[in-house]
C-alpha cells in the first residue's frame, strides 16, 4: 500500500475521532437538559454535521490549514507523522474526558513534523522559515479569541433572552440580525477578492517578490489587476460569478480563464450561511410571539419552548462543528495530494475529498464521546434548556464568523467558553472554575505536546525507512 493511501486513510479515522472526541461540543447540554437521550443527541448532531457538506463550499479553513507549513517542507512523511501524534494526543484526552482541541492538536502535529523534518535536514533554519509564523500566531490567538467570543455572544444572547418586553426582545433580535446580515456580507466581498487573487496569483509573485526582489514589478502589476476587478463583485447580487468573471476578463485581464474565475468567484458566497442565520432568528421571533402573545404564557409553556429551540440551536452548532472541523483534514488531505503531484493547487482538490471528510465526521459523532459530554454539560456548570439555547447559539455564531474569516478554531474551545458565559450571566460563582482552569491548561499544552509526539513519529518514520 503507498504512503499517500496510508496518509488519506489515517487522516479519515483522524477525522472519524475528532467526530465522537467533539461529539460533546453540539449535544452535551441537549443530553444534560434532557432534551434528546443520548443515542438521539448524536444522531441528531451527525445528520447536521453532514449537513454542513452543502453549506461551506469555499473551504477557507482547509486552506489555512494546508498553508501553515511552506510548500517546500511538506512531505509525506512529514504529514503521516503530524497524523499520528494528533490521533495519539486525541486519544489520550478522549480516554481522559478532557476536552482538548482536535483542531489544535493537527495543527500542531503538523507544524512540529515540519520543524523536525526541517532542522534535521537544512542548517540555518528559523521557524519562521518552515512555518507561516503569522498563521500560526493567529491561531494560537484564537485559542483564547474564540472561547471569549463565544462567552460573549452566549452572554449577549442570554440578556436579550431575559428581556422581559417580548417587543423590545423581539426589536433587539431584528437589529442584531441585521448586522450580521451585512457583516457577513462583507466577509463573503472579501473572500471573493481572497479567491480572484488566487486565480490570479497574486499570493504567489507576493512570495516571489519577498524572495527575489526582481519579481517585485509582477507582483506590482497583478495587485493593480486585482484592485481594478475588486470594485466589480459589487455586481454580484445582479449577474451572478459568471457575469463578474466576464466583466473582469473584458475589462482588466483577457488572459485569464473564466471557468476558473466563476468558480472562484462562486464559492466565496456565503448566502446559504446568511439565509440560515435569518431563519434560525425568525424561529425565536415567531416562538416568542406565539407563546407570550399568542398563548398565555406559563412556566411550563416556556420550559416547552425553549426545549423545542434548543434542538435547533444543537443543530446550529453541529453544522458549524462540521463545517469547520472537517475543512481541517481537507487541508491536511490536499496538503497530501500536492506533495505527491496528484494535484498542482489547493483550489483543484478533488470533490471526494470533502464528502470522505463530511461523511467519516459525521459517523464518529454518531460514535458519541460520553466522557467528555459528561464534563462539558454537567461539570462546568448546571445548564438549563434556555441557557441552553443560550450558550448553542452563541457558539454557532462564533464558528460561523471564524470560518468566514477563514481561521481553524476549535469547536471545543468555543462551546466551552459560550458555556461558561451563560453560566456567568446568572452568577460568576455559578462556573466551577476549577474545571475551567484545568481545561485551560490542556488547551495551552495541546499544540507544544502534539508537536513533540510529531517529532518523535518523524524519527520513528525515519528509522523505519519512510
Known amino acids: 500500500m503507498s504512503l499517500i493511501v496510508v496518509i488519506i486513510i ?15 461540543n453540539s449535544i452535551a447540554t441537549v443530553v444534560s437538559t434532557k432534551v434528546l437521550s443520548p443515542f438521539q443527541a448524536v444522531a441528531w448532531a451527525a445528520m447536521f454535521n453532514f449537513v454542513a457538506f452543502f453549506i461551506f463550499k469555499d473551504h477557507a479553513v482547509a486552506n489555512t490549514i494546508s498553508k501553515t507549513v511552506h510548500a517546500q517542507f511538506i512531505t509525506l512523511p512529514v504529514i503521516l507523522s503530524g497524523l499520528v501524534a494528533a490521533i495519539i494526543w486525541n486519544l489520550l484526552t478522549w480516554w481522559y474526558g478532557i476536552p482538548s482541541s482536535s483542531s489544535h492538536t493537527l495543527i500542531g502535529g503538523f507544524a512540529g513534523a515540519a520543524l523536525t523534518h526541517a532542522f534535521s535536514t537544512q542548517t540555518g533554519l528559523s521557524f519562521a522559515d518552515v ?15 474564540a472561547p471569549l467570543l463565544g462567552m460573549a455572544l452566549s452572554m449577549f444572547v442570554s440578556l436579550v433572552t431575559l428581556v422581559e418586553n417580548t417587543w423590545f426582545r423581539v426589536s433587539l433580535i431584528i437589529l442584531t440580525s441585521i448586522f450580521t446580515w451585512f457583516l457577513f456580507l462583507h466577509l463573503q466581498e472579501g473572500k471573493m477578492e481572497d479567491n480572484i487573487a488566487s486565480v490570479m496569483q497574486v499570493d504567489v509573485l507576493h512570495t516571489q517578490a519577498q524572495l527575489d526582489p526582481s519579481t517585485t514589478a509582477l507582483y506590482e502589476q497583478a495587485q493593480l489587476k486585482l484592485d481594478e476587478a475588486t470594485p466589480l463583485l459589487a455586481l454580484y447580487p445582479k449577474i451572478g460569478a459568471s457575469g463578474v468573471a466576464k466583466r473582469i476578463i473584458h475589462d482588466v485581464d483577457p488572459t485569464l480563464d473564466e471557468a476558473k474565475l466563476t468558480k472562484a468567484i462562486s464559492k466565496g458566497d456565503n ?20 407563546v407570550e402573545k399568542v398563548k398565555t404564557p406559563s412556566a411550563f409553556s416556556m420550559a416547552k419552548m425553549f426545549k423545542r429551540l434548543q434542538l435547533v440551536s444543537s443543530a446550529a452548532v453541529s453544522v458549524g462543528h462540521g463545517g469547520n472541523d472537517a475543512q481541517k483534514v481537507m487541508g491536511i488531505i490536499a496538503a497530501a495530494l500536492i506533495a505527491n503531484g496528484d494535484i498542482s493547487d489547493f483550489k483543484d482538490m478533488p470533490t471526494w475529498v470533502p464528502l470522505a471528510c463530511y461523511t467519516a465526521i459525521s459517523l464518529g459523532t454518531l460514535s458519541g464521546g460520553w466522557k467528555i459530554i459528561k464534563t462539558m454539560g454537567t461539570r462546568i456548570t448546571k445548564v438549563s434548556p434556555l441557557e441552553g439555547v443560550c450558550a448553542e447559539s452563541g457558539g454557532a455564531i462564533t464558528l460561523y464568523l471564524t470560518e468566514q474569516m477563514g481561521i481553524p478554531v476549535s469547536t471545543t474551545h468555543t462551546i466551552t467558553g459560550s458555556i461558561i458565559g451563560v453560566g456567568a450571566t446568572k452568577r460568576l460563582s455559578a462556573v466551577r472554575w476549577g474545571v475551567t482552569i484545568r481545561l485551560l491548561w490542556a488547551w495551552i499544552i495541546t499544540i507544544p505536546i502534539s508537536a513533540l509526539l510529531a517529532a518523535l513519529a518523524y524519527w520513528g518514520c525515519h528509522l523505519l525507512g519512510l
Open 271 to 290: 448566502s446559504w450561511i446568511r439565509y440560515g442565520m435569518m431563519v434560525f432568528a425568525l424561529i425565536f421571533i415567531i416562538a416568542y410571539v406565539y
Open 131 to 145: 512555518v507561516e509564523s503569522g498563521m500560526i500566531l493567529k491561531i494560537v490567538a484564537f485559542i483564547f479569541l
Open 10 to 24: 489515517l487522516a479519515l479515522v483522524f477525522d472519524y475521532i475528532n467526530g465522537f472526541h467533539d461529539a460533546a
